[in-house]
Structure formats: structure tokens, C-alpha cells
């Protein structure tokens, strides 16, 4: 899964949004915000289609998750 770290320049309230991204999301993207995450999409992708793309992004999400809080399992040595 792809991350893009962005940041918004303070007095601004601006943020570039590198090429990769504004080509997904298109020039007049639609964001739902919450009380912690915001979701933006382009304004030209279906609903169903959005909701799918989340559905991906959340199992993606999920086995990140799983990853980091599986135990690590420790390297048997053999004695000889």
C-alpha cells in the first residue's frame, strides 16, 4: 500500500499534493472528514466504487495491523 506524508504549510493552509496523488483524486476531489481520518476521493467516482476502494484500503490496513502486533517469534538455535 502506497502512504504519501503530506503536510500543510501553517500560515498558508496549503499543501502540494504530489502528481501521483492529484491523479487519483483529480482537481476537485470530494473529502469526508471524521473526528480523526478524512477520506477524499474524486468527485467523478461512483459511490459504489468509492466504497469498494475503502473496503481494499481497510484490508490492506488490517494485515498492516495484524503484521505489527503478531508475537515475533524468537530463532531456535539447535545444540550440538
Not at 1 to 15: C, G, I, S
Amino acid at each position: 500500500m502506497v502512504r504519501f506524508n503530506l503536510k500543510v504549510h501553517p500560515k498558508q493552509r496549503t499543501m502540494y499534493i504530489p502528481t501521483t496523488l492529484l491523479n487519483v483524486i483529480g482537481m476537485n476531489p470530494i473529502a469526508i472528514p471524521n473526528s480523526s481520518i478524512t477520506v477524499l476521493y474524486n468527485s467523478e467516482i461512483d459511490t459504489i466504487m468509492v466504497v469498494k476502494e475503502l473496503e481494499h484500503v481497510l484490508r490492506g490496513l488490517r494485515l498492516e495491523l495484524k503484521a505489527k502486533t503478531a508475537p515475533r517469534s524468537s530463532p531456535t538455535m539447535e545444540k550440538s
